[in-house]
């Protein structure tokens, strides 16, 4: 079963910057469309980027184009969410999310826990 385990939220003053990570375990990572969703209070889930397994394309929300930046890393199990420029409205709970259909799956099949950023000052 796939595992997905993010970190590296925390505590940050408008116009700073924070990398997330997304370490799976259980299965490659290769063969899998893994997306960076978020979710505000009181707000409904948000999809923030996404990289396909087929074309290597990476999509990212109108919201966020140009300020954050996934990627995967070498080890091929993990992926990054760079996040520069950050705004107070980028507060929210930030979830890793992979599934093998594609980005724009209705919903994916497997989730991570959760990281808490917060952007204020």
């Known amino acids: 079963q796939l595992q997905l385990v993010e970190s590296g939220g925390g505590l940050v003053q408008p116009g700073g910057s924070l990398r997330l990570s997304c370490a799976a375990s259980g299965f490659s990572l290769d063969y899998y469309n893994i997306a960076w969703f978020r979710q505000a209070p009181g707000k409904e889930r948000e999809g923030v980027s996404c990289i396909s397994s087929s074309s290597g394309m990476t999509h990212y929300a109108d919201s966020v184009k140009g300020r954050f930046t996934m990627s995967r890393g070498n080890s091929k199990n993990t992926v990054f969410l760079q996040m520069d420029s950050l705004k107070p409205e980028d507060t929210a709970v930030y979830y890793c999310?992979?599934?093998?259909?594609?980005?724009?799956?209705?919903?994916?099949?497997?989730w991570g826990q959760g990281t808490q950023v917060t952007v204020s000052s």
């Open positions: 999310a992979a599934d093998r259909s594609s980005c724009f799956v209705k919903v994916f099949g497997s």
